[in-house]
């Protein structure tokens, strides 16, 4: 079995920054691809980035172009999601997400694995 377990998450003002972690721990695995959805109150849970682990492609939303950079450690298995210019709107609760293939890694059902999230709090 695979766990993903993410850190970093907590409370932050508008415009300033927070760094997630996601390792993934358990029997051998080497994913194809890794990402981070959020979830805000009362909506539905949404792409934020992803990056494709052979070669490092990476993929974001237009909400969090620019502001937002997701990268790995490879021999770890670990994502982290560097977070800058934090705006209220950017409040959820992050997931971090596995697949073991590498395409549409932007829609939830390209992923087997999923953390149990962390929340993320921008007070304006």
């Known amino acids: 079995q695979v766990q993903l377990v993410e850190s970093g998450g907590g409370l932050v003002q508008a415009g300033g920054s927070l760094r997630l972690s996601c390792a993934a721990s358990g029997r051998t695995f080497s994913p194809n691809a890794m990402g981070w959805f959020r979830q805000a109150p009362g909506k539905e849970r949404e792409f934020v980035a992803a990056?494709?682990?052979?070669?490092?492609?990476?993929y974001y939303a237009d909400s969090v172009k620019g502001r937002f950079t997701i990268s790995r450690d490879n021999a770890k298995v670990t994502v982290f999601l560097q977070m800058n210019s934090l705006k209220p709107e950017d409040t959820a609760v992050y997931f971090c997400?596995?697949?073991?293939?590498?395409?549409?890694?932007?829609?939830?059902?390209?992923?087997?694995?999923w953390g149990q999230g962390t929340q993320v709090t921008v007070s304006s």
């Open positions: 990056i494709v682990w052979s070669g490092g492609r990476t």
């Open positions: 997400a596995a697949a073991r293939n590498d395409y549409a890694v932007f829609r939830e059902l390209a992923y087997d694995y």
